[in-house]
């Protein structure tokens, strides 16, 4: 007896017939004992005869060569055109129902969409931040749609070595990081593509983008040096340069934070100032933003009361919408101040042919934003617990903290406190001429200095006279 390789299907005889059992065997006529009637297995019919109610992938002749009929999930008849036999089109058909059948089926159709047009629709849809929306705009402008934009998305997930290529020639002309946010992109928008059932899978995986052996460097300043850069940011910028520069090292908030702050956004009484609506700048335009970063950005800040007093002082002149404004009482551009006045007093300028206009770096690179490195390092530093440390800077305590860790007006204080005795500190290192040009503008600050050397004197002498009274047993 000879079977085909098509599993068997065993019939057993009905109540009140006979005690034969039949094999069955596709393809064949059914075998069975001597004088058992003779079975005829009905003739299946043609494919391409099925009529469309049927759920059976069909082939069609399709001008000189066949055409693919499959059921959708929805009940529609798809199709695809092109096959050179009939046993092409239907094992094309016959896989299609196959993936439907397992719920694993992408429209052919939805699979070829470019990429630039799913990019776009992404991207309109997204409910991003505007400083954000821009950054994406700029990567796609650049870096990723001159590359993929004409794409089909089937094609991008069917060619995984392309995109290693591509993320390597981006090495050859950005910088590590640069490469990583880029590609990030990339690879959030293909993965929206797949929960979205335009393709199977992300080609981003296993993307090598980084060597790992890049670190962005954070520096942190000391107290000292950040009063000089404010006292030069003083002589370039004017007071508000002057205060901002200690805003910026003091309370740790971000450059759109501060530059943001309007006159009403103060609280006398707590001497706090409010994050609430920061200033953001994109596509060359600033406006006021409907929300901080994330919802811990939205937060008040306290100032040690030195910072305070700056501070008020400088409320008192405020003409403008703004706190911090330039020369003509327009809103201040990162880039802009940054390049005139921020990196200048930073790095100083040792090789100035004119002795009277050379200056010693105070610490070069250091950026606006390294000031809430900065600030939380501080915090870190005179053992301030952590959850006050993040509530201060405007971020998120990690897993059950953040629930059950609260900030309470003990921690408050012991942050006043340290940061007002880190602000005493710097001004008793200044020495030199920082500390007579500082002197110059600000001769109010001269008593303040003279009464912490003081105390530091009488502390001094008072830590000599009870070493002196010990005695050398005790010693």
Not at 264 to 279: S, T
Not at 356 to 382: C, I, M, N, S, Y
Not at 433 to 452: F, G, K, S, T, Y
Request: with cysteine.
């Amino acid at each position: 007896m000879h079977l085909s390789g098509q599993a068997p299907a065993f019939q057993r005889r009905r109540p009140g017939g006979d005690r034969q059992v039949r094999l069955k065997t596709a393809g064949q006529a059914e075998l069975s004992s001597p004088g058992a009637p003779e079975l005829r297995r009905p003739k299946q019919p043609d494919r391409h005869e099925l009529k469309e109610g049927e759920a059976m992938a069909y082939a069609q002749r399709h001008g000189k060569g066949w055409r693919a009929r499959y059921k959708k999930p929805d009940g529609s008849w798809g199709s695809r055109s092109g096959f050179e036999t009939k046993a092409a089109a239907e094992a094309w058909g016959e896989d299609q129902e196959s993936l439907i059948r397992r719920h694993l089926w992408i429209d052919p159709q939805e699979s070829e969409t470019p990429f630039g047009t799913f990019a776009e629709a992404w991207l309109t849809g997204s409910r991003l931040a505007i400083t954000t929306q821009a950054k994406y705009r700029s990567y796609l402008d650049n870096h990723v749609l001159p590359q993929w934009e004409d794409w089909p998305l089937i094609q991008i997930f069917n060619n995984h070595l392309e995109v290693q290529g591509w993320v390597n020639e981006l090495h050859d002309e950005l910088a590590e990081p640069t490469v990583a946010s880029v590609f990030a992109l990339f690879s959030t928008i293909m993965n929206v593509a797949v929960r979205a059932r335009k393709v199977p899978a992300s080609p981003c995986q296993g993307i090598r983008v980084t060597t790992g052996e890049y670190e962005a460097e954070r520096q942190v300043a000391t107290p000292a040096q950040f009063l000089r850069a404010a006292v030069r940011l003083h002589d370039s910028f004017g007071y508000a340069g002057f205060v901002l520069t200690l805003m910026d090292g003091y309370t740790g908030a971000r450059w759109s934070e501060l530059v943001g702050l309007q006159p009403h956004e103060y609280d006398e009484i707590n001497k706090a100032i409010r994050v609430q609506e920061p200033l953001t700048e994109a596509g060359g335009a600033l406006a006021k933003a409907k929300r901080t970063k994330t919802p811990a950005g939205k937060r008040w800040v306290q100032l040690p009361p030195f910072l305070a007093e700056l501070y008020e002082a400088l409320l008192e002149d405020c003409i403008h919408p703004y706190v911090f404004v330039g020369e003509k009482g327009g809103n201040l551009r990162r880039g802009n101040f940054r390049q005139r006045f921020w990196r200048p007093a930073w790095d100083g300028d040792p090789d100035n042919p004119d002795p009277g206009k050379r200056l010693a770096p105070v610490l070069p690179g250091f950026t606006f934003h390294e000031g809430r490195h900065t600030q939380r390092t501080w915090l870190a530093e005179d053992g301030i617990p952590e959850v006050a440390r993040a509530a201060r800077l405007g971020h998120k305590m990690p897993g059950m903290a953040n629930v059950y860790e609260h900030v309470t007006p003990e921690m408050k204080r012991r942050v006043l406190e340290a940061l007002q005795e880190r602000w005493e500190a710097s001004l008793l290192a200044l020495r030199g001429r920082d500390r007579a040009r500082l002197l110059v503008l600000h001769p109010q600050m001269e008593e303040q200095i003279n009464r912490l050397t003081a105390r530091r004197q009488a502390e001094a002498s008072e830590g000599d006279k009870i070493i002196a009274q010990i005695s050398p047993r005790q010693a």
